[in-house]
């Protein structure tokens, strides 16, 4: 695990392999997040040397087009665009994945179940393609239609949650079963736990919650000072926000009025017509109480009802930095958590 200090004093270089194929020098990939993740947030990360997805998840073709552009416009750095097969109409999606391609993006992250059309039009186009499972069968799934990097996302994960078991125990898991790389997702956000990742077996680590909590995501203020405020606690794992996704879809939010008054699990039935009430807008276009979109910077009304993503790292996290500040932090608390690990666990024989 040298290699981590060396790529911070060496540059340029790659850390691993999985770095190479994905042209960051960082083992730190940012979660594509819906509405979060914009042209702002992926060239910064991309810039710093991690790896940013636009979250793109049921956006116009039009705009992620707008989006990609922006990115060159501000970086020459490789980032990818993150999109939901299951989440989105059929026709949307092909639409979507077919801009991306055209715009000859670096990578493609895809989340929830696999869509072996989406890997296999992905790769015919020349993209690095990765996908992001909650258990062992999708994992292989995914692996065998072609994906080149599997991102093992932990039940500790903010946003949609896919299964139910902790990252400690997946990643291990699905590093046995696939014979790709493994990005550790849920949970990371410090140097500390990018070893632990390694240690585990991961290429990297995958984060959400700690970006959105940086200046350049397009979070609204109010969700991004929640999560400085969290401590690790304040979760829930809930499918109260559930408008605009198939039925079980669970989400891992801050607990608000909503959760703490309704509980957390309806299984996709919300209270009465709960859903057609209007609780906000977002320029205009108007935001369903237990809707999926999170407060973003030009969303009005009752933030604190809204769905709040946020993992249990939120617990970890107590500022809003820039995002190649919070880069740097990791890599160089890595580099000190390292050389404080002892060499060999060996316990020497008490003197008689
Ligand atoms: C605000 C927010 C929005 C998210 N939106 C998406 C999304 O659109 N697509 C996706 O693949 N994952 C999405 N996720 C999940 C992330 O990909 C990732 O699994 C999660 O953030 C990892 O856990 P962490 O938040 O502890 O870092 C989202 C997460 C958050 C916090």
Request: some cysteine; aromatic content about 6%.
């Amino acid at each position: 695990m040298e290699g981590l200090n060396s790529v911070i004093d060496n540059e340029p270089g790659f850390f691993n392999e999985m770095c190479r194929v994905l042209g960051c020098r960082y083992p730190i990939l940012q979660a594509g997040m819906g509405g979060v993740a914009r042209a702002d947030l992926v060239a910064a990360v991309s810039d710093a040397g991690g790896f940013g997805f636009l979250g793109m998840v049921r956006e116009a073709p039009q705009f992620i087009e707008q989006q990609i552009h922006a990115v060159r416009t501000k970086t020459v750095g490789p980032f990818g665009v993150n999109l939901i097969p299951a989440a989105t109409a059929p026709k949307l999606f092909d639409e979507e994945l077919a801009v991306c391609l055209e715009n000859r993006v670096d990578a493609m992250c895809f989340f929830w179940d696999v869509s072996q059309a989406a890997i296999e039009k992905a790769k015919t186009a020349g993209a690095v393609v990765l996908y992001q499972v909650g258990n062992v069968k999708d994992a292989i799934a995914a692996a065998e239609a072609g994906s080149d990097i599997i991102i093992a996302q932990g039940a500790e994960a903010g946003g949609h949650v896919h299964g139910q078991t902790s990252s400690l125990v997946l990643i291990q898991e699905i590093v046995k079963s696939v014979r790709c790389p493994v990005v550790a997702s849920g949970g990371y956000s410090t140097g500390a736990s990018l070893v632990a990742a390694l240690a585990l077996g991961a290429a990297g680590i995958h984060c959400g919650t700690a970006f959105l909590a940086t200046r350049e995501s397009f979070a609204n203020a109010y969700h991004k000072d929640r999560i400085v405020r969290a401590t690790h606690d304040d979760t829930i794992h809930t499918d109260l926000y559930s408008v605009n996704w198939p039925v079980g879809a669970p989400v891992r939010v801050l607990q608000n009025s909503e959760t703490r008054e309704l509980g957390v699990n309806r299984f996709g039935q919300l209270p009465g017509s709960a859903g057609n009430e209007i609780v906000g807008d977002e320029d205009g276009r108007p935001i369903r109480r237990f809707s999926t979109d999170s407060p973003l910077r030009n969303t009005r009304g009752d933030l604190e009802r809204m769905a709040l993503f946020a993992g249990q790292v939120a617990g970890l996290i107590e500022n809003v930095p820039a995002a190649r500040e919070l880069i740097s932090e990791i890599i160089a608390d890595a580099g000190a958590v390292l050389s404080r690990l002892p060499r060999n666990l060996s316990v020497s024989a008490p003197s008689s």
